[in-house]
Nanobody
Framework: VQLQASGGGLVQDGGSLRLSCAAS????????MGWYRQAPGNQRELVAS???????NYADSVKGRFAISRDNAENTVYLQMNSLKPEDTAVYYC???????????????WGQGTQVTVSS
């Protein structure tokens, strides 16, 4: 299972970005999908997650500003980020819980990370 994230970049305070992450390879099933972020000197933290049925969970710091969604047919998860703040600056990583075609167990897979920088 490979994850390819895209959509990061530099944006001004109050701007918007949309991140995408597509899962590829021999995948039997995907359960939860999510986005994490890690700023310099900080631990990686959950930003948002979405279940296979569409249930969502958000970090308190992004509620009302970010929206996570997924396209199950395309094995893709999105993160729409609005009203961005300088404190949102971090490397954003996508994460999926999946079973590969030749696998037996659920496992976590991570994308390569995409940089989001919000200037003040």
């Amino acid at each position: 299972v490979q994850l390819q994230a895209s959509g990061g970049g530099l944006v001004q305070d109050g701007g918007s970005l949309r991140l995408s992450c597509a899962a590829s390879g021999s995948i039997f099933s995907i359960n939860d999908m999510g986005w994490y972020r890690q700023a310099p000197g900080n631990q990686r933290e959950l930003v948002a997650s979405i279940t296979s049925l569409g249930g969502t969970n958000y970090a308190d710091s992004v509620k009302g500003r970010f929206a996570i969604s997924r396209d199950n047919a395309e094995n893709t998860v999105y993160l729409q980020m609005n009203s961005l703040k300088p404190e949102d600056t971090a490397v954003y990583y996508c994460n999926v819980e999946a079973i590969p075609e030749n696998g037996k167990f659920w496992a976590d897979y991570w994308g390569q990370g995409t940089q989001v920088t919000v200037s003040s």
